[in-house]
């Protein structure tokens, strides 16, 4: 029997994109308290990013802030190069970076496309394809895809969002079957809906949502990182290639 240990994760080095806020500064915060090294990364606001890291030393944790965008390659190269410089690599990656727009199909231009996949589906394969070589090098690690539930029941507007994200889960799928060998897990995490802030392209919340959840209520980005901390810790060592949906009986596979 595997007894839980107060920082499963001490001495492994977690980072987590789009990590300033919402699901992603909650599981770098979630990592860091299990005793991860986290490397908070974000494209564009350096200064939001420094502050999550600055909240995880604050509570005795350690992380460093990192500005890459995770859809350009050598931006991803360079950060994962400086990384094995400065700690020796990775053991744990958390790819949340995602863009979420709404937009009718007949007014999507290919550019908006393309950057929607770019973020989340491209970055999610330049992450992995630049962590894997240095999670071998360590023995291991975790992979972890944030995905959605809107392209598992259909949502109007959001075909690249759906497209990006069920790519991301079929990605998952193989990269586990792949690297079970070396000793590396990969996993999708779907949240439902979930308590975050909002930007302006991503639309006004459903009205009424709460009603149609059978628990009554929305997630919390904690109960995200929740999960995330268990695939990552010694007791999710078992799980790999699974989508695991966080939403509250909204959906159920069916």
């Given amino acids: 029997m595997t007894v839980p240990t107060a920082k499963p994760l001490a001495g492994k080095t977690a980072l987590v994109s789009g990590a300033g806020q919402n699901i992603g500064r909650a599981v770098a915060h979630g990592m860091a308290a299990d005793g991860a090294f986290v490397v908070v990364n974000g494209r564009s606001d350096a200064t939001k990013l420094e502050t999550v890291a600055q909240e995880i030393r604050d509570d005795g944790g350690q992380a460093l802030a990192y500005l ?3 859809s350009e390659e050598n931006a991803v190269m360079g950060m994962f190069d400086s990384l094995n410089a400065q700690i020796g690599g990775v053991d744990i990656v958390v790819s949340n970076a ?17 950057e929607i996949l770019s973020v989340a ?12 070589p240095q999670m071998k090098s360590r023995g291991g690690g975790t992979f972890i895809g944030i995905s959605g539930m809107s392209h598992h029941i259909g949502t109007k507007q959001r075909v690249h969002v759906g497209a990006s994200k069920s790519g991301l889960e079929g990605f998952v799928r193989s ?20 308590d975050t802030a909002r930007g302006v392209a991503a639309g006004a919340r459903p009205a009424g949502l709460a009603g ?13 990182a929740a999960m995330a901390r268990l695939l990552a810790g010694p007791q999710g060592g078992y799980i790999t290639g699974q989508c695991i949906h966080i939403n509250g009986g909204t959906y159920l596979g069916h």
């Fill in 98 to 114: 995602g863009l979420r727009r709404q937009t009718p199909i007949d007014e999507m231009t290919y550019a908006e496309w393309r």
């Fill in 121 to 132: 589906l491209d970055g999610a394969f330049l992450l992995a394809r630049h962590a894997v």
């Fill in 212 to 224: 149609k959840i059978p628990l009554g209520r929305s997630g919390t980005v904690e109960e995200i």
């Fill in 175 to 194: 990269l586990a079957m792949e690297l079970a060998a070396d000793n590396i897990t990969a996993n999708t995490i779907s949240p439902g809906a979930i």
């Fill in 68 to 70: 890459a965008d995770v």
